[in-house]
């Protein structure tokens, strides 16, 4: 089973330690990178630090981040620090909340965003997920998202 925590460091295209998700000490980001053999997926910036410009997207990452019930939904998890918003590279997870937890069940890179909050296309990335976690482990990675945010974006 992967652990995952949250640090506050630089990372290859952004200079000021911000929030970065690891996973099993590794950065996200990185790990991804390796796992789809994408190095453009490198030095992408989580969404979890409020980093995103619009609005509407921040409350999409808050909504989606937990869902609500026995249900799944796509959450915009990393993104390009240029633009901190989902027109560039968006990789996403597909969330799942069920009576035992929470779960990863799987991670991609989307592409082409049809509207608000939409993705013409998602290229899931093989034998990457899922990852679990109880409802306390999760709730707990969550408030230490929240501990460790801090604006580097502006």
């Known amino acids: ?19 970065v998700l690891l996973i099993d000490g590794v950065p996200f980001d990185v790990y991804l990178a390796r796992a789809a053999g994408d190095p453009t997926i490198e030095g992408l910036v ?19 981040v937990l869902p609500m019930g026995p249900a799944s939904e796509l959450l915009p998890v990393l993104v390009c620090p240029d633009d901190c918003d989902f027109s560039c590279s968006v990789v996403v ?29 998602i290229r899931w990335f093989e034998g990457v997920g899922p990852f679990q976690w109880s409802h306390d482990e999760y709730q707990r990675f969550l408030a230490s998202c929240r501990e460790l945010a801090r604006p580097w974006w502006t």
């Open 1 to 19: 089973m992967h652990r995952f925590t949250v640090v506050r460091q630089p990372s290859k295209y952004v200079d000021d330690p911000h929030l």
């Open 46 to 64: 989580t969404t979890l630090d409020g980093c995103l410009y619009d609005p509407g997207d921040q409350e999409l990452v808050a909504r989606t």
């Open 93 to 121: 997870t597909e969330v799942e909340h069920t009576l035992q937890g929470v779960c990863w069940t799987r991670v991609g890179l989307a592409g082409g965003a049809t509207g608000p909050h939409r993705f013409e296309s």
